[in-house]
């Protein structure tokens, strides 16, 4: 499986972007896709994660009611849709992918990124 990230660069405090994680080699629908952030000198965090089979989504707090995470699964793309960035939001974004069940799905997007074994490039998000 490979994972390529698309969108990402720098907006103004309250505008938006759209990022775009392209999967490539799954067969399946029974996938976890989830986005991460790492900032400079900040652990990693789990911003948002979404069940390819069903739909189901998470949020982390910190972005909740600005970001949307959405699945094409026609074309194996997950589209993480950000509003009313804040400088905050700076970091690089990260998707990544596994074929977890939807609780593992959970628990890697909040605590244990180690589970999820496939990873895009990154792309970086500054929010001036």
């Known amino acids: 499986v490979q994972l390529v990230e698309s969108g990402g660069g720098s907006v103004q405090a309250g505008g938006s972007l759209t990022l775009s994680c392209a999967a490539s080699?799954?067969?399946?629908?029974?996938?976890?896709m989830a986005w991460f952030r790492q900032a400079p000198g900040k652990e990693r965090e789990g911003v948002a994660a979404?069940?390819?089979?069903?739909?189901?989504?998470f949020y982390a707090d910190s972005v909740k009611g600005r970001f949307t995470i959405s699945q094409d699964n026609l074309n194996n793309t997950s589209t993480l849709d950000m509003n009313s960035l804040e400088p905050d939001d700076t970091a690089v974004y990260y998707c990544a992918s596994d074929r977890l069940n939807w609780g593992v799905c959970l628990q890697a997007t909040a605590s244990r990124p180690q589970l999820l074994s496939f990873w895009g490039q990154g792309t970086q998000v500054t929010v001036s």
């Open positions: 979404i069940y390819a089979a069903g739909g189901k989504t």
């Open positions: 080699g799954y067969t399946y629908r029974s996938y976890c």
